[in-house]
Each structure stands twice: as C-alpha cells, then as structure tokens.
C-alpha cells in the first residue's frame, strides 16, 4: 500500500472515495506533478532508483552511456523517512557538505529524517536550510520559482561538486536527469527505475515569485507533440485553474517562441562527447527525479554548469488527468533558475569549494533574464 496526505499539489479529475484503484491513480498523479518518487510503507520494498522518460526510437544504452559521464557525477538520490514510508527525490552536490535539492522534497522532515545516496554510500543530513521564497508559498507550481532547499552532510562528500550557472537563455542545449522512473515518450513512466541522462532545449525562462522557473518540453519529432508552441497545445488543463487563472496565457503564450519543432538541426550527443553515438538523445523528467540537475555547458568557460533543479512537469496535450502527469510525448518539465538564487546560495555556504565560489562570483555579471506575463 502507498500511503500519503492530499494538498495543493495534485490535481484528481475523479471522484476517489470508494474507489481503491482510481485513489492509488490519484496518487500517482500527485507524485508525478512533484515528480516525487512513491512513498513505500516498509524499508524493505526500496530500490535504487534513476532514470528520465527517453525517445521510443533510440537505443536505451546511449542513454546509460551519458549518465555515466563525469561531468555529472555529483547528481545523487535523496531517501526521507516521513514517518509512514520513504519518500525518494534526487539533488545534486555542490559543496562537500552541501547537496542542493528541491524543497518539496524534504517539506515537512526533520534534518536527520534525510539520507543521501550514491555509489553505494549513504550519507545522513544534519541541517535543511530552505530559500526564502518557498517559505512564503511552500507549493510547486508557476507562482513558486523558490523550490529549493540546501542539505548539509554530517560528513564529507567525495563526488565533484557542480558549478552553478551565471545565467541561462532560451535555446540552451539542456542534460538532465536524476533518480526517477524510467520509460519511453510513448508509453511513459512505466519502466524499472534505472540511471540514465537525457538532452533537450531550454525553450521557456520564467518569472515568478521567489525567484524563477526553466521549461523544457519533449518532443516527438512533430509540431504536433511541441507542446511550447502554444498554437498546438489544447488549452482545457492550463485553463482549468486549479493552479490560477489562465496559465496557458502564462507558460504557453510567451513570444518569441524558443520551441524546436523537430530534432532536426540540434547538436548531436557526439558534440559534446566523443565517445558518443551521433543523436539527439531527447526525454523529459519523471516521477523521483524532483531535485535531480539540468546541466549546461558554458563553451566560453569549457565549464559544464548547473542551470536548474527539477521542481515538476505536466503535459497539456493529453486530457486524460493520469497520461497527463506520466511523462510522455509533449510533457512541460520545469526546472528552478538557478541563476535567481546565487546570493542565496553563497550566503548559506560559509566556505564553498573554489568550483562553486568561481560560479557563484560570475552570477555578479549575469545578463538580465526574461520576464513574463
């Protein structure tokens, strides 16, 4: 049985009362839009956990062969115990004694309620520092661009701690993963968990309360599954308003559009490593990867850099409320802007790695972000 509480998080089209299969769907959605992985009852019943959602036509071995690059080593799982199961995210290492994750993933647990996992080590916190702006409205969504949290390791971490980007623009080739489910964009989620990295563009660069969001969507090869190019997108789930009034007008409707419409023209993986294989290895985030990095290589600076942190998704093609939480073709995955937090960031972290110090400093020369409606 999976067990958790309802809130402003989940949106269920369905009546669940009486209904033991449409609930445990409820919650699946509900983890989904957190992209949470599944709270288990017993100890027992944990996994390792990690992938993201891939294209159908590709191989899933390339996939596997760019998690394993060591330019994003230091994206680990997050374990906390809420005190009826174990809820699993993904963060990423920044500092030695410092994992960057996103606050729903932590909300509501003690310092020493959360564990850090990788390589086979686990590594117990000792002290959850949150942003300001999740305190003031602790829920993802378009008007929280807060939704991070810092976790301090009660020892040392070996794995290579990330650089955080100055500054990101639409059009940014994007690599992103984190422990979460795995699958293809027909089908979605529905794989075994397994660790596995993906690329896609950085097509949206939000405003919002707190700080700031990053969208990215996955494409199928087709203008009809590109979900940021609003002229294709059915407009009943950002309209519904559970979230606020007309978010399409928000998300969707923001000119000009930096959408690809197919995987034509875009760098192939090969660009960026050579051992490679010549594609563009698209896919989105999944359920367990909240936390998890969206990475960027700043050419100028030879630097791979973290861009974002996986906060949630939803896909406004589907009218089916489950499909459209299940990472499939046209899923919207939103990333907190890490470019709006680098004063947070330096501020919590008294003696940072001179990795991350030489990416915060930059943040003081980054170029004005976009705003939108």
């Not at 994992?99 to 080590?121: D, F, I, K, P, W």
């Amino acid at each position: 049985m999976k067990l958790t509480s309802f809130g402003r998080y989940g949106h269920f089209p369905h009546d669940i009362s009486g209904n033991l299969t449409v609930f445990r769907n409820a919650l699946r959605i509900l983890f989904r839009k957190l992209h949470l992985g599944e709270v288990m009852c017993t100890l027992s019943l944990l996994q390792p956990a990690g992938a993201v959602v891939i294209r159908h036509d590709l191989d899933r071995q390339a996939y596997r062969q760019l998690a394993s690059a060591e330019a994003f080593s230091g994206v680990v799982e997050i374990e906390v115990d809420t005190g009826f199961g174990i809820r699993r995210g993904s963060g990423v290492v920044i500092d030695e004694h410092w994992v960057l994750t996103a606050a729903h993933v932590t909300a509501g647990a003690g310092n020493h309620a959360v564990q850090v996992r990788a390589g086979g080590t686990s590594i117990g916190a000792v002290e959850l520092r949150y942003a300001g702006g999740w305190a003031a409205s602790p829920s993802p969504g378009l008007t929280q661009g807060g939704d991070l949290v810092l976790v301090r390791l009660g020892q040392s971490s070996s794995l290579t701690p990330a650089v955080i980007a100055p500054n990101v623009s639409p059009g940014a080739i994007a690599f992103l993963g984190g422990y979460g489910r795995s699958g293809n964009g027909i089908l979605g989620a529905t794989s075994s968990p397994e660790l596995l990295f993906a690329m896609n563009v950085v097509d949206r660069q939000i405003a919002a309360p707190g700080g700031g969001l990053l969208a990215t969507d996955f494409d199928d090869g087709s203008l009809a599954r590109n979900s940021l190019e609003a002229s294709t997108v059915r407009r009943t789930y950002f309209d519904v308003g559970f979230d606020g009034p007309r978010l399409s007008d928000r998300l969707l409707d923001v000119a000009p559009s930096s959408s690809i419409a197919d995987w034509g023209g875009l760098p192939m993986a090969s660009s960026f490593f050579p051992w490679m294989p010549d594609e563009f290895l698209e896919g989105t985030t999944a359920a367990g990867d909240s936390g998890g990095a969206l990475f960027v290589f700043d050419a100028s600076a030879q630097q791979w850099q973290l861009a974002g942190i996986s906060s949630w998704g939803v896909n406004p093609l589907l009218s089916d409320g489950f499909a459209r939480t299940d990472s499939r073709y046209g899923d919207i995955a939103l990333f907190t802007d890490l470019s709006e937090h680098g004063d947070w960031i330096a501020a919590n972290i008294p003696e940072p790695t001179s990795l991350v110090w030489l990416g915060l400093l930059l943040l003081g020369r980054r170029v004005p972000r976009a705003a939108s409606s």
